[in-house]
């Protein structure tokens, strides 16, 4: 999964080892899944394999599920990925 990964994103996005792994284990599903990557390089690789539109903020996550969660930094909120998604969907 991981050769087929870097092969189809090569060298356009640098993304972290765990979410490497997160991002080609993804690619094999083929049900409903969102993935909370909030790193600058998972959002590019996100963009390059054209799924960006599964990637959600942890706070929607928490919201969703009833919980208010104080986020940990800011690139987990809503607030933070709201003004990417534009420029990458």
Do not use: Q
Request: aromatic share 8%.
């Amino acid at each position: 999964m991981r050769p087929a990964l870097e092969y189809r994103i090569g060298l356009r996005a640098d993304v972290h080892k765990g979410e490497r792994d997160l991002l080609a284990y993804a690619l094999t599903l083929r049900d409903a899944w969102w993935l909370c990557g909030p790193d600058n390089g998972t959002v590019r690789a996100m963009k390059v394999l054209k799924i960006f539109e599964r990637m959600v903020s942890l706070e929607s996550i928490a919201s969703a599920s009833g919980h208010k969660a104080a986020m940990p930094s800011k690139h987990y909120t809503e607030r933070w990925l709201s003004p990417i998604k534009p420029v990458y969907i």
